[in-house]
C-alpha cells in the first residue's frame, strides 16, 4: 500500500492510465501514459484546452468509463476494472463529482429534495423518509440555501443556486474526494467567487480533498495547491501552483500561461501570446522520444534527453 508520499498521505494515485473510444478496428485514445498522485486535503488541479481528456479521467475515477490501461488506486486499493461490491459501493460515496453546467446535470423534472437525496437511496437504503428530509434540509443549509427550497424544480433558481443545489447533491453522501469539473465555467463572473468560496469553506471544516478541473489556469492560483497540465489526453508538466505559474518549462504551459490576462493594462496591451507548436518544440521524438520524469523535486515533465538538458539549464 503506498499510503505516504513527502510525508503527505496519498489518497488516490493514477499510474500509466489510458482510456480508449471508438470502435476495436478504429480505436481513440483519449487519455494515455497518464500518472499523479493526490494527496489527502489538497486541491489538485487539471488543466488543458476542451477535448484534451479531463471529464474523461474524472468519469475513469468515477468509475463511468472503462479503462483500458494503467491503475486508478484509491486509498491503496485498485478501483478500476473489476472491484468488489463492498468496494464499489465505498467509491460510490467516498468519491464524487460537480459539474459544470448545473441545469444541464440536475434532473429538470425532480423536485430539489429528490435531486439531492438520490444518491442516498441506494447507499442508504434504510433510512425513514424523516431522516432523509433531514440530511437533505441539512445539505441545503451547508451549502447556504433554505430547507424550503427542497420542494422545488431546479429551473426555479440561479445558476450559482442551482451550482449550490449540485454541491449538496455530493455533500449529502459525506464524500471525502471530490471531482469539480469546472464548476464555474458556466458561471457569471459576479457569482463565481461565492462558489469557489463554498468549495474552500467546505474544504477547511471537512477536510475534503478536491480535484479541481478548468480549462483555464485563472482561477487556478487562487485555490490550487499542485496544477497538472495536459495536451491532448497527455499529461505534460505537473508542478506545486506557484512554481508552475513563476517557472512554468513545457511550451505547452508557457502558452496556456500566455494567455492569462496581465494585472497592468500597458504590459497587457504590448504583450506577446505564445503558440504553441508541437512539432516544432519537439520534432526529434521520433528518434528521441519523451519520458514522463522529475525535472527537479516534485516538479514533473514530459521530455526527452533533449529538452530534459534544456529545461534543467532553464530552472539555473
Ligand atoms: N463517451 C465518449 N465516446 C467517444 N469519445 C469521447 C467520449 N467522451 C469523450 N470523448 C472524446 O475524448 C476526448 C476527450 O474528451 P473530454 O474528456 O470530454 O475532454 P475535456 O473534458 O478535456 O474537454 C475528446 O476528443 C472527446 O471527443
Ligand atoms: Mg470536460
Known amino acids: 500500500m503506498e499510503a505516504i508520499k513527502n510525508n503527505k498521505e496519498v489518497l488516490l494515485s493514477v499510474r500509466d492510465l489510458e482510456v480508449t473510444f471508438g470502435s476495436k478496428r478504429n480505436p481513440f485514445k483519449a487519455v494515455k501514459g497518464v500518472n499523479f498522485d493526490i494527496y489527502k486535503g489538497e486541491t489538485f488541479g487539471l488543466v488543458g484546452e476542451s477535448g484534451s481528456g479531463k471529464t474523461t479521467i474524472g468519469r475513469a475515477i468515477m468509475r463511468i468509463h472503462p479503462t483500458s490501461a494503467g491503475t486508478i488506486t484509491y486509498k ?39 435531486i439531492i437525496a438520490e444518491g442516498t437511496y441506494s447507499t442508504r437504503k434504510n433510512l425513514t423518509r424523516k431522516q432523509r ?3 437533505v434540509d441539512e445539505s441545503l ?24 443545489i449540485g454541491i449538496a447533491r455530493a455533500l449529502i453522501m459525506e464524500p ?7 464548476p464555474i465555467s458556466a ?19 471537512r477536510g475534503l480533498t478536491y480535484l479541481f478541473i478548468a480549462h483555464d489556469l485563472s482561477v487556478m492560483r487562487f485555490i490550487c495547491d499542485r496544477i497538472a497540465v495536459i495536451h491532448k489526453g497527455v499529461i505534460v508538466e505537473l508542478a506545486e501552483c506557484e512554481k508552475l505559474f513563476e517557472h512554468p ?22 504583450k506577446e501570446l505564445i503558440v504553441y507548436k508541437p512539432n516544432e518544440c519537439h520534432f526529434d521524438y521520433e528518434t528521441n522520444p519523451p519520458t514522463w520524469r522529475e525535472i527537479e523535486e516534485k516538479h514533473f515533465i514530459l521530455a526527452n534527453d533533449r529538452e530534459a538538458k534544456q529545461y534543467q539549464d532553464e530552472l539555473r
Open 76 to 114: 491503496g486499493e485498485r478501483i478500476n476494472g473489476k472491484i468488489s461490491p463492498e468496494l464499489d459501493k465505498k467509491v460510490i460515496s467516498e468519491i464524487q463529482m460537480i459539474f459544470q453546467d448545473p441545469m444541464a446535470s440536475l434532473n429538470e423534472r425532480a423536485k430539489v429534495d429528490y
Open 141 to 164: 443549509l451547508d451549502v447556504g440555501l433554505l430547507p424550503e427550497f427542497a420542494s422545488r424544480f431546479p429551473h426555479e433558481f440561479s445558476g450559482g443556486q442551482r451550482q449550490r
Open 176 to 182: 471525502e474526494f471530490i471531482i469539480a469539473d469546472e
Open 133 to 135: 428530509t433531514e440530511l
Open 187 to 205: 458561471l457569471d463572473v459576479s457569482i463565481r467567487a461565492q462558489v469557489l468560496n463554498l468549495m474552500s469553506k467546505l474544504q477547511r471544516e
Open 249 to 270: 518549462l513545457h511550451p505547452y504551459t508557457k502558452a496556456l500561461l500566455s494567455a492569462l490576462p496581465l494585472a497592468d493594462p500597458d504590459k497587457e496591451k504590448g
